[in-house]
């Protein structure tokens, strides 16, 4: 849920956060296999020399090509003095539990008789009926004699 812009790199696990648009052990699995150190941070990768020191060998062919992809991106990564600057997805440093919500649960299509019927006026034990009924009926594979 936090995205980090790399100063440094001192703050930002390498295999785990979300740093380049890409969580790395998710980007890279089969490298992330061979990895000796899976808690190093960003900075810490930065100053393997060589880069192939970070991982068991002998490497597969697949592993090699992504350790390649992976030493290029962090190549390719700017760096500076000052430390990491953290934001959450939604654009803000500030924690918001409405956001972190929504974000984890996404948005659901309701079918608008849902809706209606939510909000009429009857007593919750004929809304609870309805609703179970509404659902048995849109459940795919019953057939009409199974739900009577």
Known sequence: MTVVNIQDGSTCLFWFDLWGGQVQNHT??????????KLLSV?????????HRMFHLPL?????QQ???LHQLLQEQHFSDST???HYIWGSPLFSSKKAYLHLTGHAQVHAVFSWLWKSSCQNK???????????DSV???SSEEKQ
Do not use: T
């Open 84 to 86: 990491d600057l953290w």
């Open 126 to 136: 004929y809304k609870v009926f309805f609703w179970l009924l509404l659902r048995i």
């Open 28 to 37: 890279y699995p089969e490298l992330f296999s061979f990895a000796k150190n």
């Open 60 to 64: 597969s062919e697949e592993a090699f």
């Open 43 to 51: 900075q810490k990768a930065r100053e393997v020399e060589p880069f």
């Open 67 to 69: 350790m390649e992809l």
């Open 140 to 142: 795919p594979g019953i």
